[in-house]
């Protein structure tokens, strides 16, 4: 039996109704008395179970006070397994949200994790050496992302002080907080009152921010989806348009594994290529990917993005031509 699962059956023991005594643990245990003396001080000092002592029937029992609650045995209805999963979850987060404004309180969460393992300095090791990379990430300030969780949470507008790059302008919007999204760094879906629409602000653009009084303005998952899921990358959108890409076969062996967009369709040629269908609102960040696989990819009809593919690619040797 590993240490931890001697701990779930030690607290669960202690918190039946029963009163047990310290040769009665020993018993059902099956350890020696220096065993059972250290995890019942681990349970009490380390994570805090309020384990109580009776002097008159030399008993003890978890909870036997009103002021406790089963609550108060955190983590321990997990395994070892369970917990290193935790830890690796907490690395991801980590490289997500570097700030630690998405969960403020995880980093004493995860200390009483390391703890539960039966070799916590073991744990910290396994985790140090599991690495999440994410270039091109930008960051986000811990306030800004701290404000609109708790929007989010509480069903709450917000006031924004929000820098349009393309105006290279700050304005004030007051918004109701629909979803947090991951794309390279945080954004915000929201319904902004001053446009009466939806709009996706990033997050790293978002200086003050103020938590109003008014409830927030609601809209169904099954709408944001219809309305916002349809464009390509950072940009939200219905999805207006319709990109076909056929990539060599040697970069068929990666892009057959990656996921552009949720309802892209993927189909394998006869000659050895991979035909790419994906839909998009605006092409900005489509036509970078497309750049990024070079002469592997070609942009098969819709004359529009194959115009704006060919015009991204026509600057580029533009800036490299001019010293030669």
């Known amino acids: 039996m590993g240490r931890t699962e001697r701990l779930l059956k030690l607290a669960n023991l202690l918190r039946g109704s029963r009163k047990l005594r310290f040769d009665q643990l020993l018993e059902r245990l099956e350890v020696s008395r220096a065993t059972l003396k250290r995890d019942l001080k681990y349970l009490r000092e380390q994570l805090g179970t309020p384990i109580e002592y009776d002097t008159f029937e030399r008993s003890y029992q978890v909870g036997g006070s009103r002021r406790h609650t089963p609550q108060e045995l955190p983590g321990l209805w997990v395994s070892e397994s369970d917990l290193r999963s935790l830890l690796l979850a907490q690395r991801l987060l980590g490289d997500v ?46 306030p800004a992302l701290n404000a609109v969780t708790t929007a989010l949470m509480q069903r709450r507008r917000l006031r924004l002080g929000y820098f349009t790059r393309s105006r290279q302008a700050e304005t004030l919007r007051d918004v109701s907080p629909q979803r947090l999204v991951y794309h390279r760094t945080w954004y915000l ?106 002469a592997q990819v070609e942009v098969i009809g819709n004359p529009a993005l194959r115009a704006a593919v060919i015009s991204a690619a026509e600057a580029v040797l533009r800036v490299y031509k001019q010293d030669v």
Not at 108 to 135: C, H, N, T, Y
Not at 252 to 275: F, I, T, Y
């Open 189 to 294: 879906d929201a319904w902004c009152h001053h446009a009466a629409a939806l709009r996706r602000f990033a997050l790293d653009a978002v200086g003050t921010t103020a938590l109003l009084e008014e409830a927030a303005v609601v809209i169904s998952v099954d709408e944001l989806e219809r309305l916002l899921d349809g464009g390509y990358g950072a940009f939200a959108g219905e999805p207006n348009h319709w990109a076909v890409l056929a990539f060599s076969p040697e970069a068929a062996q990666w892009v057959g594994s990656e996921l552009w967009h949720p309802m892209q369709r993927v189909r394998r040629l006869a000659d050895g290529r991979l035909e790419l269908m994906l839909p998009y609102d605006r092409p900005t960040e489509l036509v970078m990917d497309v750049l990024r696989y070079g």
């Open 97 to 142: 949200d570097p700030s630690g404004g998405l969960a403020p309180d995880l980093g004493a969460f995860i200390r009483r994790v390391e703890s539960m393992l039966a070799k916590g300095e073991d744990s910290r090791d396994w985790a140090g050496r599991i690495v999440f990379s994410s270039p091109g990430r930008r960051a986000v300030a811990a």
